[in-house]
């Protein structure tokens, strides 16, 4: 398996590109409009055909890329169930597998962030965990339907009860890590080490967070596949 953790400065994404070596096929996960060039570079160096953009949820943060590349290189857009995006190829639902060649990619529904909200284990090693769980935190609840009791459950019951040695790809970081594990966040994330369902409920209440700055153009640009509406 090719694997590649691609960031992006601006909104602290993380793009991930997997393929498969011997049949050169590739997906993208969570790729950024303004990152499209980078991408398309990266594919044609390492003579990839791009065949998917998977998205782990429509994001508040940025403008997902998934339009753009579709349009450059055919490839299919693909969005969690009831994602409410209809401009993409299709959804894929809980505990569906993608593959590009050998490499399967598991989708494991993990709402909570959003009210449509996917994991991807990859090949039974690597989690990406987009922004349901991040490294020594996790993603916020306070709006896009978001629940932060469904967030503790689909931590706690579907993350957490994988193999410690799984590595930890989030969607998002703040403080410089790349990858961490599941071990790792059990023994250390500090959202819900020693939390009760309750006390995490409690907590994330009253995070009293500024919304993302993008948020008024990215959601709507999401839901149209990345499309961002002109006025006029």
Known sequence: MLFRQLFDRDTWTYTYLIADPRTQEAVLVDSVLEQVER????????????????????????????????????????VPEHAAVACANREIQDGEMLTVGEVQIQAIATLGHTDSHMAYLVNGTHLLTGDALFIRGCGRTDFQSGDAGALYDSVTQRL???PDSTL??????????????????????????????????DFMKNLNLPDPKKIMEAVPANQACGQVATVG
């Open 168 to 201: 930890v790809y989030p969607g998002h970081d703040y403080r410089g890590h790349a990858v961490s594990t599941i071990g790792e966040e059990k023994q250390w994330n500090p959202r819900f080490v020693g939390r009760t369902r309750e006390t995490f409920i």
């Open 160 to 162: 957490f009860t994988l």
């Open 39 to 78: 991408d398309l570079k990266l594919l044609n160096e390492l003579g990839l055909t791009l065949k998917y953009c998977l998205e782990t949820h429509v994001h508040a943060d940025h403008i997902t890329g998934t339009g753009k590349l579709r349009e450059l290189t055919g490839c299919e857009g693909i």
